[in-house]
C-alpha cells in the first residue's frame, strides 16, 4: 500500500507538471483529491489494515494529500497569472478615443413636482398619509357624502365622474380629498397631512384639461385654526415652490366641504401680473382652492366642531408644473415624448 500511494504522489506530480489550463489543473484535483479519487480509495482500505500498519498509512496517505494539494494550488496560481497577464495584453483599451455616450432616465416632472411639493409640506410639519387611506377606488360616501355633497350635486352625475360597474355606488375617486375623511376617522386632532395621488373626471381632453391628473390635498385639524393660518401656510408654499416671494390674492368661491372657501391666484408668471394670453388678460393664475372645513364634515367623523376647528386645500399638480416651468399643454405631461421629456 505504500508503493501504491508513492506511485499516486509521482503520477499526480507528473500530471501537475504538464497540465496547461486551469480545467486541467481542476480535473486534477478531483482525480486524486476528490471524493472518489485515487487518495480516498486507498483510505478507504486502511480499516481492513493491522492495527501496526493504520497510523503509518494513515500518515503517509494524509502527508502525501497534503502535498498534491500544495502542487496543486502553486500550479493554479501560476496558470491564473499567466491567464490574466495574456488577457490583459490582448484586451488593452485606447484611453485616448472618446467615450461613448450612454443615456439615463431622469424623474418625470411630474413625479419631480409632487416630490417638490410634499417636501415643502413636511418643512411645515405635515406628514404623507398612509396609502391605506388614500385609495383610488372609492365609495360615493367617501368621495362625496362625507364630504357634505348634497345627494343632487352635479358632480354625482355619469357626466362627471367615472362610475364603475362592480358596484353602483362604487367610482374612481374625483379628488384626493377622500383621504381627509378616513384620515380623521381613524386618527383623533390634532392632524395635519397631505395626500399626493391620482384623480380621475370626465373631462373632455385638451390643453388645458385631462380625465386622468394629479392633485395633492392637504389639511390641518386643530383647537383654534383660523383663516390666517390657512393663509400663511399657502402664501409660504408659493414662495418656496416658485422660488421667489411672488403676489397672492384669495378670492371668494364655493366648496361643498369648506365654508368660507376660496381660490388662490398667483401673479402671471408669463406677463408680471400685466395681461397675456396665457392669464386671459388678467394678470393672476389660479393654482389651487381652499377653505376652512365645514362644521358638517367634522360632525360626520364624530370630531366636536365647537372644540376643533381646520382647513383643507387641494392644488393640481400638473397646474402647478405648467406654471413652473411654462409648459402650455397638459397633454406632454402623458404623451412619452423623449424631447420633452429628456429637458428635465
Known amino acids: 500500500m505504500k508503493n501504491r500511494l508513492k506511485e499516486i504522489k509521482n503520477q499526480a506530480i507528473i500530471e501537475i507538471n504538464d497540465a496547461k489550463t486551469l480545467e486541467e489543473i481542476e480535473n486534477i484535483k478531483v482525480k486524486f483529491l476528490g471524493r472518489k479519487g485515487e487518495l480516498n480509495t486507498i483510505r478507504r482500505g486502511i480499516k481492513d489494515l493491522s492495527p501496526e500498519e493504520k497510523p503509518v498509512i494513515g500518515d ?33 483599451i485606447d484611453i485616448t478615443l472618446s467615450g461613448a455616450s450612454k443615456p439615463f432616465g431622469t424623474q418625470h416632472p411630474l413625479t419631480s413636482t409632487i416630490n417638490d411639493i410634499v417636501s415643502i409640506f413636511q418643512g411645515m410639519g405635515f406628514s404623507l398619509v398612509e396609502n391605506i387611506n388614500s385609495p383610488e377606488v372609492e365609495t360615493e360616501y367617501y368621495n362625496f357624502d362625507a364630504l357634505n ?14 362610475y364603475t360597474l362592480n358596484a353602483p355606488n362604487l367610482l374612481l375617486r374625483s379628488q384626493t380629498s377622500n383621504s381627509q375623511i378616513r384620515e380623521m376617522e381613524k386618527k383623533s386632532p390634532p392632524l395635519r397631512v397631505i395626500s399626493p395621488g391620482r384623480v380621475y373626471r370626465s373631462e373632455a381632453v385638451s390643453s388645458r384639461k385631462n380625465n386622468l391628473f394629479h392633485q395633492v390635498e392637504g389639511f390641518m385639524v386643530d383647537k383654534d385654526v383660523t383663516f390666517g393660518d390657512l393663509k400663511g401656510i399657502l402664501n409660504e408654499f408659493t414662495r418656496q415652490f416658485f422660488g421667489q416671494s411672488r403676489p397672492t390674492r384669495f378670492r371668494t368661491s364655493f366648496f361643498p366641504f369648506t365654508e368660507p372657501s376660496v381660490e388662490i391666484d398667483v401673479q402671471c408668471i408669463m406677463c408680471q401680473g400685466k395681461g397675456c394670453r396665457t392669464c386671459s388678460g388678467t394678470g393672476w393664475l389660479e393654482i389651487l382652492g381652499a377653505g376652512m372645513i365645514d362644521p358638517n364634515v367634522l360632525k360626520n367623523i364624530n370630531i366636536d366642531s365647537d372644540t376643533y376647528s381646520g382647513f383643507a386645500f387641494g392644488m393640481g399638480v400638473e397646474r402647478l408644473a405648467m406654471l413652473k416651468y411654462a409648459i402650455n399643454d397638459i397633454r406632454l405631461f402623458f404623451n412619452n415624448d423623449v424631447r420633452f421629456l429628456e429637458q428635465f
Not at 494524509?62 to 496558470?79: D, P, R, S, V
Not at 355633497?149 to 352625475?157: I, N, R, S, V, Y
Request: proline share 6%; net charge negative; aromatic share 6%.
Open 60 to 92: 503517509l496517505a494524509n502527508k502525501i494529500a497534503g502535498e498534491i494539494e500544495t502542487k496543486i494550488n502553486e500550479k493554479h496560481q501560476a496558470l491564473y497569472k499567466a491567464e490574466i497577464s495574456e488577457k490583459l495584453q490582448s484586451e488593452k
Open 149 to 162: 355633497f348634497p345627494p343632487d350635486h352635479p358632480a354625482k352625475d355619469m357626466q362627471d365622474t367615472f
